[in-house]
């Protein structure tokens, strides 16, 4: 008969026993004659546990079979960009998906980074515009969206959604950057002023906002001033080149 000492040192025994991991899934055999939905289910998880070769054996029939199954499409394009397959396959999985599941952010989401990764800006501008229609808290694909506005010349929306994030982040150096230039780009010089002194008033020992300080107002017929920065910042001015003398010969 146990003593009350084993039996309490048995009950602390399994008390602090640590839980078992959850097994790893078999996907190919979680995948066999499972409806179309618990096979989606099972290329989920099977991606979550790294089978990325299982996933595939799984979506590829799964998107093959049911083209207008739009979550398994997405995933599909999901899937393909860890494998680093065809990006066409990718943009073909995409618009399928957004064609099925026209209020999913999820899609639009995944449709605004890919063609972002792709540089293509206007479908990319499309698709973040749509996404953000759809969750208007995504706000790193909010910030973006200046970016993408400037890439695209779009400068008036550039500018509006650049101040945007810059009134959720006044911190942000890429923002402001940006905003300077397309305000420049654009005409508006005190925009462009206000923005580039900004950055060099926040960190004056920047060599790169020192610069870029610098280089507009040597733009804008002030050399004085343009000295002054690079002086502060600790960047020696290079000396105007003097011409040289005629030749003798």
Request: glycine fraction near 6%; proline fraction near 8%; charged fraction near 25%.
């Amino acid at each position: 008969m146990s003593s009350p000492l084993s039996v309490l040192a048995l009950g602390l025994v399994l008390t602090i026993a640590p839980t078992p991991p959850a097994p790893t899934p078999d996907c190919a055999q979680l995948a066999a004659n499972a409806s179309p939905t618990d096979r989606l289910k099972v290329a989920r998880a099977c991606v979550s546990s790294g089978q990325l070769e299982a996933a595939r054996v799984i979506l590829a029939p799964l998107v093959a079979h049911f083209p207008n199954f739009g979550l398994a499409q997405l995933e599909w394009a999901d899937l393909l960009g860890k494998l680093g397959g065809p990006e066409d396959e990718q943009a073909r999985a995409l618009a399928a998906a957004a064609k099925s599941e026209p209020r999913n952010p999820r899609v639009f989401l995944a449709s605004c980074r890919f063609h972002d990764r792709r540089q293509d800006v206007e479908a990319a501008i499309a698709s973040c515009s749509r996404a953000l229609e759809l969750r208007p808290g995504q706000r790193d694909i909010a910030d973006r969206m200046g970016f993408l506005y400037a890439l695209a010349g779009r400068d008036a929306e550039a500018i509006a959604a650049l101040r945007e994030t810059l009134d959720r982040s006044p911190d942000d150096g890429a923002a402001r950057a940006h905003l300077a230039e397309v305000c420049e780009r654009a005409g508006d010089l005190e925009c462009a002023r206000q923005s580039l002194e900004r950055l060099f008033q926040k960190s004056p020992r920047s060599v790169v906002h020192a610069r870029r300080l610098a280089r507009f107002y040597e733009r804008h017929g002030q050399p004085e001033r343009a000295a002054a920065v690079l002086k502060r910042s600790g960047e020696t001015p290079r000396p105007a080149m003097r011409p040289l003398p005629p030749s003798r010969n």
